[in-house]
T-cell receptor, first 111, second 114 residues
């Protein structure tokens, strides 16, 4: 079945710096790649997603890039703020809502 | 618009018992998916229901089952509980287009098996 690897598992940045989280997937049939943010004790919330017919997508300070050939996709957060501190999960899907999630990245934005 | 509602928020059970969790999706959403979240395994897909039918299934034993009602509300049941079933169980709703789509998660039910 599909396998999604996510790195790093923890990431600490200074406020205002950029943060990059990387994921790789194994199933070439995967065509949907969402990113979810989960704050401590709260539900996961979608922050951005990309489909396989697009190479890059931006939403204000957040961007996602997809390299289908290498089966890599990455989340980029610019001008990080303390409220960006959370666990971020990447995921892949190939139809329906059966998503395979990465193991998560704990992002800490320090003042 | 009300979000995804899961009940109960917390459950404590003992090994061998069974448990039923409930999920009410966002109004108009017809797909409900269930995920298990643990510190070691992350989020793992259990199953998806659409129009009262199971549309997708993950790699969990038959002790894990679910159903969906005509109003799209869903329940999942775990029988013969094991210690390893302790986890946060999240349900997520979506429109149910058949394509992978944005999921709206509930706050989860935290199950502890003693």
């Amino acid at each position: 079945g599909e396998n999604v690897e996510q790195h790093p598992s923890t990431l600490s940045v200074q406020e205002g710096d950029s943060a990059v989280i990387k994921c790789t997937y194994s199933d070439s049939a995967s065509n949907y790649f969402p990113w979810y943010k989960q704050e401590l004790g709260k539900r996961p919330q979608l922050i951005i997603d990309i489909r396989s017919n697009v190479g890059e997508k931006k939403d204000q300070r957040i961007a996602v890039t997809l390299n289908k050939t290498a089966k890599h996709f990455s989340l980029h957060i610019t001008e990080t703020q303390p409220e960006d501190s959370a666990v971020y999960f990447c995921a892949s899907g190939g139809g329906g809502n059966k998503l395979t999630f990465g193991t998560g990245t704990q992002l800490k934005v320090e003042l | 618009k009300a979000g995804v509602t899961q009940t109960p928020r917390y459950l404590i059970k003992t090994r061998g018992q069974q448990v039923t969790l409930s999920c009410s999706p966002i109004s108009g959403h017809r797909s409900v998916s269930w995920y298990q979240q643990t510190p070691g395994q992350g989020l793992q897909f259990l199953f998806e229901y659409f129009s009262e039918t199971q549309r997708n299934k993950g790699n969990f034993p038959g002790r894990f089952s679910g159903r969906q009602f005509s109003n799209s509300r869903s329940e999942m049941n775990v029988s013969t509980l094991e210690l390893g079933d302790s986890a946060l169980y999240l349900c997520a709703s979506s429109w149910g287009t058949g394509d992978s789509e944005k999921l709206f998660f509930g706050s989860g039910t935290q199950l502890s098996v003693l």
